[in-house]
């Protein structure tokens, strides 16, 4: 029969809830911020897409605060095991608010927003409302936490994706990003419901002790493992569960992609870490089990096809748009290599990644935009002689699309040899890895300089109708994006300190 808590128990539940409270300020802030803002798009008059925008900047760079007072609290989980403090996290919260003041910088620049949106205040809402998704996603120790925070960033996903309401191209987006979503979706719960079937828990600690305790079935634990890793692997990208990516990176806004290819992409390589490093480290299987089949195999698999892949289709693409979402598939390869080493070095080389990916492709986008600005759409043709006319954004574009191959001396290069290094350091079975990603980065250097070689080295078969000449602001933000691109190539113990602290992850968990 059923007992109710005594008074004694329902006194310790709430001091538990008090003192998690405290530990959990960015996102109580983030969500502060967040409803202030539907208050200002319901309260304001007139233009109000500027004191939105702004308010959003501020908001996000105030956040930056609480995060950085959380690096003096110890490192523990709190309501109940659901949620999780680290440095890993702590590394993932920083890297979501940035990324969201540039997805709002970068939309300040898109012209196409005045043209097909009246009024913008949901937009800032709802970038807000996925970064706290993300941060949640990054600090989830339990699976009910994991589904919720996966369909909080899921959702505000499709609605940004399908912003631009009378754009059919958007709402296609929209449309294909919420069938795909809402398929891998149902698989994760599903390999979540086997999990919890096999172990009668939630928490990934104590799935990865009960496991550790009892065995598992070793057919029902290959099963879970591949549907769960079908809806992580919708969230990164990877082949085969890319499908979505080409559609929404080419239909959604441009702000939007640039956010998805690399905000809502690192969520899922932090979810898809935190999960198997904790829950199920050798698969769930026992070691004499003969299928010997591990989410570690599943990845390479994932790894190599999606590198391949991403580029080898790339090579055919002529919008723009559509030609970064396949080099965003054969980069979630690259950031796979990582993840499979298993190390303290195979994890700091997938954050520093994480990193320069963050620079190089939020640049790359932005640039995109502006030129979309002046030519009025994304197609390789009308890059034609754009290095005259826009000499400083050709320059800046060539050194983000150099890094995004992975080329001295940008962070790219950095990057790609962290991810090289910590595949060598396992051992000679991964050396056909790093061949493979090698080889793929040369196949990378042929469509990522199309887009150069138009520039300025190929004349423009369009008479020059209006000017290219770019705003002062537009182009400090962009020189400082390249000049980071470029010193951080060469300087770069900042970034890659910040990994290593970031990467003794799960402290708390596995001691």
Do not use: C
């Not at 109710?4 to 959990?24: H, N, T, Y």
């Not at 702000?255 to 904790?278: E, Q």
């Not at 299987?285 to 989410?295: A, N, R």
Request: charged share 10%; net charge neutral.
């Amino acid at each position: 029969m059923f007992e109710l808590p005594s008074g004694a128990e329902i006194q310790g539940i709430i001091a538990s809830l008090k003192a998690s409270v405290g530990f959990f300020i960015p996102e109580i802030y983030l969500s502060v911020l967040f409803m202030l803002l539907i208050v200002i798009d319901l309260v304001a008059k007139g233009r109000k897409n500027n004191l939105l925008s702004i308010t959003t900047l501020l908001g996000l760079a105030g956040s930056t605060i609480f995060i950085y007072q959380q690096h003096s609290l110890p490192a523990g989980e709190l309501f109940f095991g659901m949620y999780v403090l680290d440095e890993f996290a702590l590394f993932f919260k920083y890297f979501f608010v940035l990324s969201g003041i540039l997805a709002v910088i970068v939309t300040m620049a898109d012209e196409q927003f005045d043209r097909e949106v009246k009024s913008i205040g949901e937009y800032y809402a709802l970038i807000v409302a996925m970064v706290i998704g993300m941060i949640m996603m990054a600090s989830s120790a339990d699976l009910l936490m994991i589904f919720l925070s996966m369909e909080l960033v899921s959702f505000t996903g499709y609605l940004l994706a399908g912003y631009f309401k009378r754009n059919s191209r958007s709402s296609e987006a929209a449309l294909k990003y919420l069938v795909y979503g809402a398929v891998s979706s149902g698989l994760m719960v599903y390999g979540f419901s086997l999990i919890y079937g096999i172990t009668a828990q939630t928490n990934l600690i104590k799935i990865s002790l009960e496991l550790a305790a009892h065995g598992s079935d070793s057919l029902v634990m290959i099963l879970a493992t591949l549907v769960v890793l079908a809806g992580f692997g919708y969230k990164i990208g990877a082949v085969p569960f890319h499908f979505w990516s080409p559609d929404v990176y080419e239909g959604a806004p441009t702000p939007i992609t640039a956010y998805l290819s690399v905000a809502s992409k690192a969520a899922g390589f932090a979810l898809l870490m935190r999960f198997f490093y904790i829950a199920i480290p050798h698969g769930g299987l026992p070691p004499e089990d003969k299928l010997g089949l591990d989410w570690v195999s599943l990845l390479m698999l994932l790894s190599v096809a999606s590198m391949i892949y991403g580029n080898v289709v790339a090579l055919w693409q002529k919008n723009v748009k559509r030609l970064l979402a396949y080099s965003s598939i054969a980069h979630a390869g690259y950031i796979l290599l990582g993840i499979i080493v298993m190390s303290d070095l195979g994890t700091q080389a997938t954050l520093l990644y994480l990193l320069s990916y963050f620079l190089m492709n939020f640049g790359a986008f932005y640039v995109v935009i502006l030129i979309a600005n002046k030519t009025g759409n994304e197609n390789l043709e009308d890059y034609r002689g754009l290095g005259i006319k826009m000499p400083l954004a050709g320059a800046a574009l060539t050194v983000f699309l150099i890094s995004l191959v992975g080329l001295p001396p940008t962070v790219g290069f950095i990057g790609k040899l962290y991810i090289f290094s910590a595949l060598l350091a396992k051992g000679s079975l991964y050396l056909g890895l790093a061949l493979v990603g090698i080889m793929t980065s040369v196949i990378s250097l042929y469509y990522y300089m199309l887009i150069p070689l138009n520039m300025f080295l190929r004349e423009s078969k369009k008479p020059d109708e209006k000017s290219m000449k770019l705003d002062l602001a537009p182009q400090i933000f962009m020189t400082v994006l390249m000049i980071l691109t470029l010193v951080f190539g060469i300087y770069f113990a900042p970034l890659s300190d910040f990994a290593k602290y970031s990467s003794a992850m799960f402290g708390i968990t596995l001691h």
